[in-house]
């Protein structure tokens, strides 16, 4: 079992910037990937970024990238979404997602891979 929680949202003009933080605690967590997905209101849940556990291979949304950057200090057991550039459209609830790996450098952009998911933390982006 993986416990995930979340912080670091908030309310944040366009422009500003935000990290969110992602706390693991359970099993291993360095042999564990991790994604960050968001969603707002009326639409589904959509993938952000995605981290390998070993954290040399990362992935981003297109929507996001250049602007957001995910990364984990292992021996901490945490992952991080630095997010820059904040945009209205950037707002939803922001959810970290965890699932066991064997090989250091995959990571997962579906939904449907993890396993295990926090309770999300809102995000808001005014104009």
């Known amino acids: 079992q993986v416990q995930l929680v979340e912080s670091g949202g908030g309310l944040v003009q366009a422009g500003g910037s935000l990290r969110l933080s992602c706390a693991a605690s359970?099993?291993?967590?360095?042999?564990?990937?991790v994604g960050w997905f968001r969603q707002a209101p009326g639409k589904e849940r959509e993938f952000v970024a995605a981290?390998?556990?070993?954290?040399?291979?990362?992935n981003y949304a297109t929507s996001v990238k250049g602007r957001f950057t995910i990364s984990r200090d292992n021996a901490k057991n945490m992952v991080y979404l630095q997010m820059n550039s904040l945009k209205p459209e950037d707002t939803a609830v922001y959810y970290c997602?965890?699932?066991?790996?064997?090989?250091?450098?995959?990571?997962?952009?579906?939904?449907?891979?993890?396993?295990?998911w926090g309770q999300g933390t809102q995000v808001t982006v005014s104009s």
């Open positions: 997602a965890a699932r066991g790996v064997e090989n250091g450098g995959t990571y997962y952009t579906s939904k449907v891979s993890y396993t295990y």
């Open positions: 359970g099993r291993t967590f360095s042999r564990i990937a």
């Open positions: 981290i390998s556990w070993s954290g040399g291979s990362t």
